[in-house]
């Protein structure tokens, strides 16, 4: 079965206190990693898609990593407006036709100024 | 529309009582998704649609639970005889075919009362 495990549950930094989130997942065939970012009251956010070990992207502060089994969300000199659940999702590849996405139950990300 | 939308945005019915969500997805998107978070948890998938077929009904928790699309775009998510533990956030995303980014709406807050 599909598997997706993040840690810390919940994080507080510092503004300027660079850190990573950790994504551990269990897949079978990984067709896609996910990160979204979600705010208190509102959708997920799509931030970044990885397909396969190596594969790294960035955007601002933030940068996704991707090994065989595991992800990383490093931000780098965060600032107050960080502040928010990160969610990691696997797309798996293991038959069916489903495209479904299994979450992770996030990080809770504040960053205090 | 530019993103996914849902309607109503918040809904409170009393128990016993059946409740209807609607879903607009991203224009030509053919892939639709349904997801439930419930406060404090992580997202949990409903069902699946690929133009009008739903291939993975895997995620809806009781047969009180039903979902629909019609001419490849609105969805409506249908909840007879709602019970408390409804109570949740129910998430719908769209995708450009089952490979593309994965986009959610702002969500629509059921509180069963």
């Known amino acids: 079965e599909d598997q997706v495990t993040q840690s810390p549950e919940a994080l507080r930094l510092q503004e300027g206190e660079s850190s990573s989130l950790n994504c551990s997942y269990t897949?079978?065939?990984?067709?896609?990693l996910f990160w979204y970012r979600q705010d208190p009251g509102k959708g997920p956010e799509f931030l970044f898609t990885?397909?396969?070990a190596g594969e790294e992207k960035e955007k601002e502060r933030l940068k996704a990593t991707l090994t065989k089994k595991e992800s990383f969300l490093h931000i780098t000199a965060p600032k107050p407006e960080d502040s928010a659940t990160y969610l990691c999702?696997?797309?798996?590849?293991?038959?069916?036709?489903?495209?479904?996405?299994?979450f992770g139950t996030g990080t809770l990300l504040a960053v205090q100024p | 529309g530019a993103g996914v939308s849902q309607s109503p945005s918040n809904k409170v019915t009393e128990k016993g009582k059946d409740v209807e969500l609607r879903c607009d997805p991203i224009s030509g998107h053919t892939a639709l998704y349904w997801y439930r978070q419930s406060l404090g948890q992580g997202l949990e998938f409903l069902i699946y649609?690929?133009?009008?077929?739903?291939?993975?009904k895997s995620g809806l928790p009781s047969d009180r639970f039903s979902a629909e699309r019609t001419g490849g775009s609105v969805s409506t998510l249908t909840i007879q005889r709602t019970q408390q533990e409804d109570s949740a956030v129910y998430l719908c995303?769209?995708?450009?075919?089952?490979?593309?980014?994965?986009?959610f709406g702002e969500g629509s807050w059921l509180t069963v009362v």
């Open positions: 995303a769209s995708s450009l075919g089952g490979q593309g980014t994965i986009y």
């Open positions: 990885l397909y396969s």
């Open positions: 649609f690929q133009g009008n077929s739903a291939p993975d």
């Open positions: 897949v079978s065939g990984l067709r896609g």
């Open positions: 999702a696997v797309q798996g590849g293991g038959g069916g036709a489903t495209n479904k996405l299994i």
